[in-house]
């Protein structure tokens, strides 16, 4: 599936490249600083906490007002626990997107949706005697991850842009389970 995206990807940008070659093509960067705000359950408790995370995004422009991409990355969520504020929940995704998007002289506005696979990991500790777990549990599950994305790049220089993005994380795990994380991003994308 990997593969058939990517080469997608690359036809869709190289028959770009060829058809116009004053419009922006591609860009490209970092996700640096992700807060954002976590809701979860496991067996054990609700969890709500404040998350932390970083990831990247790549988007071919292959018209005017359409983008398409892949984007990723991770979420980790610590929070309190009965006997332990050591507990922790993470999101690791990755997927592609369709964007509308919207360009002037110094600005690209971006209004899209990506549908991505991901694995949540928990480790939830009961209780612990100073670094030694007394009574933890690790969950590994794979899930389904989709969300809306709203971005505002800034563009600094033709080639480089500041970029701030508000997604708002959903995946389905364990069967029935869901985990939400609306995330405020910023980043630095390289343009071509």
């Known amino acids: 599936m990997k593969k058939i995206l990517f080469i997608l990807a690359f036809l ?3 028959a770009y490249l060829f058809a116009q070659e004053e419009k922006p093509l591609y860009s490209g960067g970092m996700l640096i600083f992700q807060p954002g705000y976590s809701f979860a359950q496991n067996q054990y408790q609700h969890i709500e906490s404040i998350g932390f995370g970083i990831g990247g995004v790549l988007r071919f422009y292959v018209s005017n007002h359409l ?3 892949i984007i990723g990355g991770s979420q980790k969520t610590s929070y309190i ?3 332990s504020d050591n507990s922790y929940l993470s999101l690791g995704y990755g997927g592609v997107f ?3 998007t919207i360009k002037t002289s110094k600005m690209r506005f971006c209004a899209g949706l990506s549908l991505a696979k991901g694995r949540i990991k928990n480790l939830h500790i009961q209780s612990q005697t100073g670094v030694i777990l007394d009574d933890a549990s690790l969950f590994s599950y794979p899930a389904w991850v989709g969300y809306p994305m709203l ?3 800034y563009f600094l220089t033709k080639k ?4 701030s993005q508000v997604i708002c994380l ?3 795990y364990n069967q029935n389970e869901v985990f939400v994380s609306p995330v405020f991003q910023l980043g630095v ?3 071509r």
């Open 98 to 100: 369709s964007a509308y």
């Open 67 to 69: 983008a398409v991409g």
């Open 189 to 191: 994308l390289f343009n």
């Open 151 to 153: 971005s505002v790049d």
């Open 12 to 14: 869709f940008s190289t």
């Open 81 to 83: 626990s009965a006997n």
């Open 160 to 163: 480089i842009s500041l970029t």
């Open 170 to 172: 959903t995946a389905l």
